[in-house]
């Protein structure tokens, strides 16, 4: 992976954890939190979409998207654990 790849996986993070922040009221990380929660949730998509048969396709949006829709599970996950 060279500098150029981890800086667009990062940048990727970044948007993606901004987005579902913005979806998911009441979560605001901050840049590094922001970054962790997008590539976590990268890594939920990941797992989760081709087990259910979905595709969003390739390219840098189609990334930002997969993240943003897994840190948004992430970010529930993490309501629904706080108020349990």
């Not at 948007?15 to 890594?43: P, Q, R, T, Y």
């Not at 189609?62 to 948004?72: C, K």
């Amino acid at each position: 992976m060279g500098v150029e790849s981890l800086i667009v996986f990062l940048i990727i993070g970044a948007i993606a954890g901004w987005l579902a922040g913005l979806i998911v009221k009441g979560f605001g990380f901050g840049l590094i939190g922001n970054i962790v929660v997008g590539i976590v949730g990268a890594f939920i998509a990941g797992w989760l979409f081709p087990a259910l048969g979905i595709s969003l396709g390739t390219g840098i949006v189609a990334s930002i998207i997969h993240a943003a829709i897994g840190a948004i599970i992430l970010l529930v996950l993490i309501r629904l654990v706080k108020q349990a």
